[in-house]
């Protein structure tokens, strides 16, 4: 069964300052990867998916997120945080067949000036 | 224009009653789900329909009935509401992968936050 693990439930940084968000999956075959992010009070909006091929993906709003297979990782970076990223952070992953998508518990980053 | 949108945006009621929340996505898709967020923010699906067939239902109690009518529309209706049923419920749509084919991003509504009293 496919499983998603977000290690840190919390993250602060500051403005301008560097950020990895870290994603460790469980699936057997080839995983379908996922970021969403969301906002206070909102739905949940894609930044980035990983599907084949480079294992660096960009996504929106300048972050991107590397796939090790050897690791099962997909982390999510972005090179210089900006307040309005202060979020939850959401990784997922997919099945074969594209129904069942299984969500972590989430990270939610703090952003101080 | 709003591409998956529910209705109520909140909702308060009291234990032991019926509610409904509805949800409409304009984008063509072929598959909806449910999903319920707790105040730890954790998301668990419920439901999966596709073309208005159930596809995924996830040990969720029958006091909870999806229904979809169409394609676009995926309405979900509590009887009996309870306490632990307080939550956040997010309605999402993506468009149906070929057969074995690769998962497809899901673009989610803004939410229903339901308050059961």
């Known amino acids: 069964a496919q499983s998603v693990t977000q290690p840190d439930i919390h993250i602060t940084v500051s403005e301008g300052a560097s950020l990895e968000l870290r994603c460790n999956y469980s699936y057997g075959a080839t995983p379908y990867l996922f970021w969403y992010v969301q906002s206070p009070g909102q739905g949940l909006q894609l930044l980035l998916k990983y599907f084949s091929g480079d294992t660096l993906v960009q996504g929106i709003k300048g972050f991107e997120a590397e796939f090790k297979r050897s690791q099962s990782s997909f982390n999510l970076r972005k090179p210089s945080v900006h307040w309005s990223d202060a979020a939850e952070y959401f990784c997922a992953v997919g099945n074969t067949g594209g129904f069942k998508t299984i969500f972590g518990a989430g990270t939610r980053l703090f952003v101080k000036a | 224009d709003t591409a998956v949108s529910q209705t109520p945006k909140y909702l308060v009621t009291q234990m032991g009653n019926d509610k409904s929340i509805k949800c409409e996505q304009n984008?063509?898709?072929?598959?909806m789900y449910w999903y319920k967020q707790d105040s730890k923010k954790f998301l668990k699906i419920m439901f999966s329909y596709n073309n208005k067939e159930l596809i995924i239902n996830e040990t969720v109690p029958n006091r909870f009935s999806p229904k979809s009518p169409d394609k676009a529309h995926l309405n979900l209706h509590i009887n009996s509401l309870e306490l632990g049923d307080s939550a956040v419920y997010f309605c999402a749509s993506s468009q149906r992968p070929p057969t074995g084919g690769l998962a497809n991003e899901q673009f989610f509504g803004p939410g229903t936050r339901l308050t059961v009293l």
């Open positions: 984008l063509g898709h072929d598959t």
